[in-house]
């Protein structure tokens, strides 16, 4: 009885405003997860089905199966994901997996059928350069959608998270195994001129995804050694108006203790960055590398980019 009125408290001291975002939320991640879905069927319907290609995956195998039966796409997705979600809810766990994975998948599913009876069987273009390149492209935008919505698609989603987390496969890893598997099946069923257009495809659906989600900043991380790090971060944080970090160092040949500074700018200030540790210091050791995201002051606040 006391849990239970503990719980009503809970839930009524959560402040109005803050239930409205949640709620908004939730909306705004299903409906990118149903365009998601919308995008990919039409790359399905448009490219990928007419020009032959397989993506890989539980959408590629059911492509293949109805290649050879004709039994509805949609509906082999549905049948196919339908263990691999068992499979998810158990090791992946979590209501918000679950719900957010079935309604990809059958958004998806219910689509791609959808669609057979509006889009012409030829697609768009004969062309098989174009459907890899546009089919990939557009997959790629669905899929990152989805990832956008914090759901996934199902098939190799699920597959690979659930080999990365049961066998301690990455995840790139799995998705090349399992793709390579249906690709593989492809050249036989279909031909390998096609076969390896799809691979073609399933690179470009992988770079458009990435960008959906990522964007297309990429950072510059710098780590400087130098005998002046004082005058050095001075220089970085009044000119270049950026933060700098001291991490403490030690010379393995000389055993010297010093401190190495440590900053992240765009790709646009590398060269001043270069430029203004020069001037203050022309013997010092510096090392450019690159990250994909930076989240903080300076930056794109520290925050979920979902919310």
Avoid at 1 to 9: A, H, K, L, V
Avoid at 243 to 269: H, I, N, P, Q, W
Wanted: net charge neutral; proline share 3%.
């Amino acid at each position: 009885m006391n849990d239970q009125m503990g719980s009503e408290i809970v839930k009524n001291s959560v402040p109005e405003n803050v239930k409205r975002k949640n709620r908004w939320k939730l909306v705004r991640d299903y409906a990118l997860i149903l365009a998601g879905s919308l995008v990919q069927a039409l790359a399905m319907r448009l490219f990928l089905i007419p020009g032959l290609l397989v993506s890989g995956g539980v959408s590629g195998a059911a492509q293949l199966i109805n290649h050879v039966t004709h039994w509805p796409i949609g509906v082999m997705v549905l049948v196919g994901n339908a263990p691999l979600f068992v499979l998810g809810w158990r090791y992946l766990g979590g209501k918000r997996f679950a719900f957010r994975t079935a309604f990809a998948i059958v958004a998806f599913s219910v689509m791609t059928d959808m669609f057979a009876f509006f889009i012409p069987p030829a697609g768009m273009t004969k062309d098989l350069v174009l459907n890899s390149l546009y089919g990939g492209l557009m997959l790629g935008v669905g899929l990152g959608l989805v990832y956008r919505g914090q759901g996934t698609s199902g098939g190799s989603d699920i597959l690979g998270r659930i080999l990365n987390h049961r066998f301690g496969i990455s995840i790139s890893q799995a998705y090349l195994i399992t793709d390579a598997v249906i690709v593989l099946l492809a050249g036989f069923v279909f031909d390998w001129e096609h076969a390896l257009y799809g691979l073609v495809m399933i690179y470009v659906s992988g770079l458009a995804a990435e960008v959906t989600v990522e964007g297309t900043d990429i950072f510059r991380t710098a780590m400087i050694v130098t005998d002046c790090p004082q005058d050095v971060a001075q220089e970085i944080m009044t000119v270049m108006e950026r933060g700098v970090t001291f991490l403490s160092g030690k010379g393995a040949y000389t055993g010297t203790e010093r401190d190495v500074l440590y900053c992240v700018v765009t790709r646009s200030e590398v060269s001043q960055l270069k430029a203004l540790v020069h001037e203050k210091d022309p013997s010092a050791f510096m090392v450019i590398g690159q990250a994909h995201e930076a989240l903080g002051e300076g930056f794109r606040p520290l925050k979920s980019k979902f919310s």
